[in-house]
């Protein structure tokens, strides 16, 4: 009996792959697919789907950079620089509070605190090393800021539509507030090109704060732990310089951003199949709670200030 069931999850796995590789599923419908999968079905590459998605993930937004101006990115990311830096200091001393006060374990709640304020899954794969976190705590924290971070890809844009945002409005928020690059992306896709625009700059400014955070880690852990640098985003900024200043490859730039927009699609049904029951359930009440709070506060906060224009580009 079990060879049936197996076959029938490699089946669906595939189907899925292609489903959203062949432009059929939006982001938002390929991660519930995943999701669907992940809840429902004995994943029959798990560890294979993980190591995947990390690096198409990248890729994709290497794409994505083709579609993008390099004035726009540079006007967008020296302002956004500042916003989440502001935004990281805020959420990790907020954190820190709540983990302290819902008792979750500290070194739990730093990455949880991180994952929030940074970038998800790759800020606490980043600083676990460097924090000395067992692989217990690193797999709840991830657990935590996944399930919020799908949450936040259908929740963003009914919200943005509901209070009328505007494009740069929606872009900014989304890049401030969610956890992981793929929602981020996949959020603001579907809302304009501008919101993309200013989503995915604003993020990968965001994500930059891995080094200066991991360094600090290290130096108050007194680790030695490797600290590893976004290199992706450096290549991000590099295809949106020969998309500016190389017109001769004029013709592929559409090409290679729409592969980026596949290619993410791909990525969320991966994310979502790694979402299981079990998964959720290991994640626990304390630590999930702290992540939810902290997101709810960060949401909130920066949405406001958006909406009063404290914070605009």
């Not at 490699?10 to 489903?19: D, E, P, Q, T, V």
């Not at 302290?100 to 990455?111: K, M, T």
């Amino acid at each position: 009996m079990p060879q049936p069931e197996a076959g029938m999850s490699k089946n669906l796995f595939y189907i899925g792959i292609i489903l959203a590789a062949s432009g059929l599923l939006s982001p938002p419908l390929a991660l519930a697919a995943g999701l669907a999968y992940g809840l429902f079905v004995v994943h029959a590459y798990h560890v294979e789907a993980k190591r995947l998605s990390k690096f198409l993930l990248q890729a994709s937004v290497v794409c994505l950079g083709f579609g993008m101006n390099l004035a726009e990115v540079v006007r967008v990311g020296k302002s956004g620089f500042l916003y989440t830096a502001i935004g990281i200091t805020f959420a990790m001393a907020l954190g820190t509070l709540l983990a302290r006060a819902l008792g979750v374990e500290r070194v739990q709640g730093f990455l949880i605190s991180a994952g929030t304020a940074i970038c998800g899954g790759s800020a606490i794969a980043a600083l676990a090393p460097v924090a000395a976190a067992s692989e217990e705590q690193v797999a709840v924290s991830m657990g935590t800021v996944f399930v919020l971070n799908s949450v936040a890809l259908f929740l963003f844009p009914a919200v943005g539509a509901l209070l009328h945002l505007s494009q740069t409005q929606f872009g900014l928020w989304a890049a401030l507030a969610i956890h992981d690059t793929s929602s981020v992306v996949g959020a603001t896709e579907k809302y304009g090109a501008l919101a993309l625009a200013i989503g995915t700059t604003v993020k990968l400014a965001r994500a930059l704060w891995i080094v200066p955070v991991s360094v600090a880690t290290a130096a108050v852990t007194k680790t030695r732990g490797g600290i590893k640098l976004p290199w992706f985003i450096l290549l991000f900024c590099l295809a949106a310089v020969m998309k500016s200043y190389v017109p001769q490859l004029g013709f592929a730039y559409p090409r290679i951003d729409h592969l980026g927009e596949l290619g993410l699609a791909v990525t969320l049904f991966l994310i979502g199949t790694g979402i299981t029951r079990g998964t959720i359930k290991e994640v626990g009440a304390r630590p999930m709670l702290q992540g939810v709070m902290l997101w709810a506060v960060v949401g909130s906060v920066s949405l406001f200030c958006i909406l009063k224009g404290w914070i605009h580009l």
